[in-house]
């Protein structure tokens, strides 16, 4: 499942991104559920505000590593398909 241009994910109700000191790493928390995350998903995660769109947070991820934005969005999109999958991002 691939997230649309136009689709504005969010964490629902009860989905947290914590960093976990101990473990030096993000992790995304959901109910009797934990995903560890790595530093390129906490950054998409980070910018879920329930305002964005999925083609916005691809052009802020485009600028912030100075990237081409085709080079990037396939990917976002197909992680954000996948955690909406999992039922952990809502759109």
């Known amino acids: 499942m691939m997230a649309e241009e136009s689709d504005v994910p969010r964490l629902p109700r009860g989905v947290k991104l914590k960093y976990d000191q101990v473990r030096a790493r993000h992790v995304l928390l959901a109910p009797e559920r934990a995903f560890d995350i790595d530093e390129t998903a906490a950054a998409v995660l980070e910018l879920m505000d329930g305002q964005r769109t999925c083609g916005e947070i691809v052009d802020a991820l485009a600028a912030r590593y100075d ?13 954000i398909g996948d955690l909406i999958a999992r039922r952990v991002i809502e759109r």
């Open 67 to 79: 990237e081409q934005r085709e080079v990037i969005a396939d990917d976002v999109r197909a992680m």
